[in-house]
């Protein structure tokens, strides 16, 4: 069983930046895969970018790729993502989640995840 709890969230202009934190508890952090899904109102979840548990590969959306960065700090059992150059559609919620998947194929689908923080709010102001 693992707890993700996002923190990072808030309000920012357009063209700033933000860093998500996604603090885990309990065991076997390092032998997941990570994720960030995002949820705008009135709309589906979805994929903004994942790490594998090794930290060799990364996936990202083409909406945030050059704009977000995803790492991973298995010692601090903890996932980030920086944020910069935000755009008012990147307002959503945004959640963390765990997964025992590894290919990108699965990674993109929240329903391969196996474990959801509550999510944190991210709002970007034009």
């Known amino acids: 069983q693992v707890q993700l709890v996002e923190s990072g969230g808030g309000l920012v202009q357009a063209g700033g930046s933000l860093r998500l934190s996604c603090a885990a508890s309990?065991?076997?952090?390092?032998?997941?895969?990570m994720g960030w899904f995002r949820q705008a109102p009135g709309k589906e979840r979805d994929f903004v970018t994942a790490?594998?548990?090794?930290?060799?590969?990364?996936y990202y959306s083409d909406s945030v790729k050059g704009r977000f960065t995803i790492s991973k700090d298995n010692a601090k059992n903890t996932v980030y993502l920086q944020m910069n150059s935000l755009k008012p559609e990147d307002t959503a919620v945004y959640y963390c989640?765990?997964?025992?998947?590894?290919?990108?194929?699965?990674?993109?689908?929240?329903?391969?995840?196996?474990?959801w923080g509550q999510g944190t709010q991210v709002t970007v102001s034009s």
């Open positions: 989640a765990a997964s025992t998947r590894v290919l990108k194929l699965d990674l993109i689908r929240s329903s391969r995840y196996d474990f």
């Open positions: 309990g065991r076997a952090f390092s032998t997941y895969t």
């Open positions: 790490i594998t548990w090794s930290g060799d590969n990364t």
